[in-house]
Each structure stands twice: as structure tokens, then as C-alpha cells.
């Protein structure tokens, strides 16, 4: 199978997870989850997180930083979409617990895969590359109805943001 089919049918697995109107089980929020990271990152879809995030969405990254609300979250991640451009992310790894008021916790490791060829606040493309060596992460995401449409309300991410700026600034 070639790489364009590939993508189409995993990208139509994703769509149809997602465009599931109700999570009753763990499996199934861990799936929204992880179809939620797929096609937010390598599919290129950050539009989808107005749909997906919780107007009131906190996300929380290493070394307290914390934004809310989906423009926020939106900026972040084009920044780093903007430095990486061809940026995948692999999950290596997900769980999930059901909570006490309705909603999920999902758990899941992954790392990302990608080459600085693009412009960064820290200036021009070093070349230098996040793999799975590098770029390893834990994301806890909170996942609630709201307004009858599951979103994620948290999220908080924890990667190395020391080893990502070392590699934007070519120390790496």
C-alpha cells in the first residue's frame, strides 16, 4: 500500500472516532484521545481544535506553563508546527480511567518525530531532528460532554521543552 492510500484510510479510521457521538467506555476515550493527537499533528488539522477543546481548556506544559482556551492552544502548537514542519507524533502508549464526575482521564506516551527546517523564535532552521530519543512525552488529557459534544477540558503535557530549544538553537 503506498504512502497517499495509507494516509487516506487512516485518516477515515480517525474521522470515524471521532465523529462518534458518545464515550461510555475507557477504550473508547482513549481512542478519541489518540485519534484526537493523530489528527491534530500529522494530519496537519489544528482548525479541529475549536471543535475537539473546551472554549475553557486548560493546557499545562513543562515548567508551569499554563494558557486556556482553544486560541491558546492553537498558537502554541503552530509554533511548533511552524519550527517542525514535517512533525509526527507516535503513541507509544495509552490508558484510561473513568472519573467520579462523568468524564475520562486518558493517559498516553508518545514522542515526536520531525526536522527543524522552519523558522522558530529562536531563529532560523538548524536542521536538528526530534525522534524518539529525544522528544519522549506524557500527556494527560480530561475529556468531558459539554454542550453534548465530547472535548478535552485539560491537558497537560510534559516533554523535555529544555531538549526542543536546545535543538531550535542548534546546540543539540
Request: hydrophobic share 35%; aromatic share 10%; with cysteine.
Amino acid at each position: 500500500m503506498d504512502v497517499c492510500t495509507s494516509m487516506v484510510l487512516e485518516r477515515k479510521e480517525i474521522e470515524s472516532v471521532l465523529e462518534k457521538s458518545e464515550i461510555s467506555t475507557t477504550e473508547e476515550a482513549v481512542a478519541f484521545a489518540d485519534a484526537l493527537t493523530k489528527i491534530i499533528w500529522n494530519h496537519n488539522q489544528l482548525g479541529l481544535i475549536y471543535d475537539y477543546y473546551d472554549e475553557n481548556a486548560v493546557y499545562k506544559g513543562a515548567y508551569g506553563k499554563k494558557i486556556t482556551g482553544p486560541d491558546s492552544v492553537v498558537l502554541e502548537f503552530l509554533a511548533m508546527q511552524a519550527a517542525f514542519p514535517n512533525l509526527r507524533v507516535h503513541i507509544t502508549e495509552s490508558f484510561g480511567r473513568a472519573l467520579e464526575d462523568g468524564g475520562y482521564a486518558v493517559y498516553q506516551r508518545s514522542y515526536a518525530e520531525g526536522t527543524n527546517s522552519g523558522t522558530s523564535q529562536y531563529g532560523p532552521p538548524t536542521g536538528n531532528k526530534l525522534n524518539e530519543s529525544n522528544s519522549m512525552g506524557q500527556t494527560v488529557y480530561q475529556i468531558h460532554k459539554v454542550n453534548n459534544r465530547w472535548k478535552v477540558t485539560e491537558e497537560v503535557s510534559l516533554r523535555s521543552e529544555e531538549v526542543i530549544e536546545k535543538l531550535l538553537k542548534n546546540k543539540a
